[in-house]
Every structure is written in structure tokens, then in C-alpha cells.
């Protein structure tokens, strides 16, 4: 039976360090293969080795992964992560890690935002985003300054979609192996007789299709937008991972490519899980 595989990509910066605590973390409740997967890049190099030439700082990348691997392994294959490799592989960054995670059928890439300042500016530039876009298997995006810690609450954001009832099957999974809460909530602009019906009948639905005790149903009207409604429900909650379902044309497109930098404040605060294959 083929290993669950979680492909973790890094640049050695703060946010793909914390990823990669994520990474073992969750590994080691699925018994995972990992991978940490770099991609050269000679202006990040400039950055992280100042003083030394590209040759030389590639193989000095390549011992800082090396390193890592070795720490994860130190840390995790006793607790569960069934293995954890390096690999360094040359291209355009985003382009390689989706190839590399379309080629070798990855379960789930989880890597890190960038700063918050570019994030705030350019959101739609950073290679989170196109990997979120773009990628075929689940996506994990870790926030730069969330360190990882048992999560006690999970909240899945929903719009209402027959793919709910698979979608959240994924959502129970990852809960169970933390015993955290679930939160299935619906955020609207206004609070209307039809949306108090079909968050009624999504709870009749999908509370015995998930078979999970520890599952909460809420509607929130919020009077600005969805988005905020969401990051203020996230904040009073204190949820710990946001899970959303990215399906073409539906909500999760309009509440990720729209007003951004004015609307996705919480996502550089919470680490968000995209579900892209049901």
C-alpha cells in the first residue's frame, strides 16, 4: 500500500521552518513519508550566503537540508513519520514543485507564507498562492509566525456544497489524530430564512455522514463581508486551522481572489488547509 507522502518545500527562511515543524508533526500521526524539497534560487542565495559564490552556495544549501532531514529524523521516526528525505531539484520554483507533486502523486504540500508586508501588498504574487491555485493535491499553508502547537479547534468553511459531505471526511481525519474540536461554519452578509434552512439541513446531512462527536454547527451573519466574518469568528473561536474546499467557480474563489490585502488578514495569522482532491 503506498505510504502517504507530504511534500514540504523550503527556502530556509523563517515561515519554511516553521512549515516544516508542521510537517513532521502531522507526519508522525500519519505515518508519513516526507520530503524536503529545495529549489535553487541564486537571489535567495545572495540573501542567505552573502559572501559566497553560487557553486559554493549550493552546496551549502545542500548541507543545510541534509541537516534537516537529520534533525527530523531524530525528532519524528520514533514517534511515527516513517520517513523523511531531502531532495534538490533545479527550475522555476512554484512550476517544480507542482511538477514534482503531480509526478509522484504527493497527498499534501505544506510550506510556508511569505512576509507579512509582501503578503499584504502582493498576496497574489507569492508562490503559496500560485502553489494553492494551481496544485492538484491538498494544500497546507503555515503562517510565518504560527509555531506549531496541538491544535485544539478546527474550523471548516463552508458555502453549502454537495462536496461538503467528502470534504469534511478529510477534516474528521486530521481532527481525530488530535482529538481537536471540529467547527463547520457558514458566514453570511446577512442573516435570511433561507440560509437558517440550509445550515439546518447541512447539519442533518453531514453530522452522521462524518461520524465525529466533537463536531459544532454554526451560522454567523457578518455585516461587511464573508471574509471578515470568518477571520472575527477564527479570532472569538480560537480556531487553530482553517479548512476550506477550493472547487472552481464557488466561494473559496471569490473569498481568496478578491480585496485581498483588505480582506485576508487572518490568513497570516492562522495556518490554512485547501482541500483540492476529494
Request: with cysteine.
Amino acid at each position: 500500500m503506498k505510504k502517504y507522502t507530504i511534500l514540504c518545500p523550503t527556502d530556509f527562511s523563517e515561515c519554511a521552518l516553521n512549515a516544516i515543524e508542521y510537517a513532521a508533526r502531522l507526519g508522525e500521526k500519519l505515518n508519513a513519508e516526507l520530503t524536503l524539497f529545495h529549489v535553487p534560487d541564486s537571489g535567495d542565495y545572495k540573501k542567505l550566503f552573502p559572501n559566497k559564490e553560487l557553486e559554493e552556495s549550493l552546496n551549502a544549501a545542500v548541507n543545510k537540508l541534509n541537516s534537516l532531514v537529520k534533525t527530523v529524523e531524530e525528532e519524528s521516526l520514533g514517534k511515527g513519520l516513517h520517513a523523511c528525505k531531502s531532495l534538490v531539484k533545479e527550475g522555476k520554483a512554484v512550476n517544480t514543485i507542482l511538477e514534482y507533486a503531480e509526478e509522484n502523486k504527493v497527498d499534501l504540500i505544506i510550506m510556508g507564507t511569505e512576509g507579512v508586508n509582501e503578503f499584504k501588498k502582493n498576496y497574489i504574487g507569492t508562490k503559496a498562492s500560485k502553489v494553492v491555485q494551481h496544485a492538484n493535491c491538498d494544500v497546507f499553508i503555515i503562517p510565518r509566525k504560527v509555531f506549531f502547537k496541538p491544535p485544539r479547534k478546527m474550523v471548516y468553511a463552508t458555502d453549502y456544497m454537495e462536496e461538503d459531505k467528502l470534504a469534511i471526511q478529510k477534516v474528521v481525519k486530521i481532527a481525530g489524530l488530535f482529538e481537536s474540536e471540529i467547527d463547520v461554519v457558514h458566514v453570511s452578509s446577512k442573516s435570511n430564512i433561507i440560509d437558517k434552512a440550509m445550515h439546518r439541513a447541512l447539519k442533518e446531512e453531514l453530522a452522521p455522514f462524518a461520524h465525529y462527536d466533537k463536531m459544532n454547527f454554526v451560522l454567523k451573519s457578518y455585516r461587511d463581508d464573508a471574509a471578515l466574518g470568518l477571520e472575527n469568528y477564527l479570532i472569538t473561536s480560537k480556531g487553530n486551522i482553517l479548512f476550506t474546499l477550493s472547487m472552481k467557480k464557488t466561494w473559496f474563489e471569490n473569498l481568496f481572489t478578491k480585496n485581498l490585502s483588505k480582506k485576508m488578514s487572518y490568513f497570516i495569522n492562522k495556518p490554512l488547509y485547501v482541500i483540492k482532491n476529494l
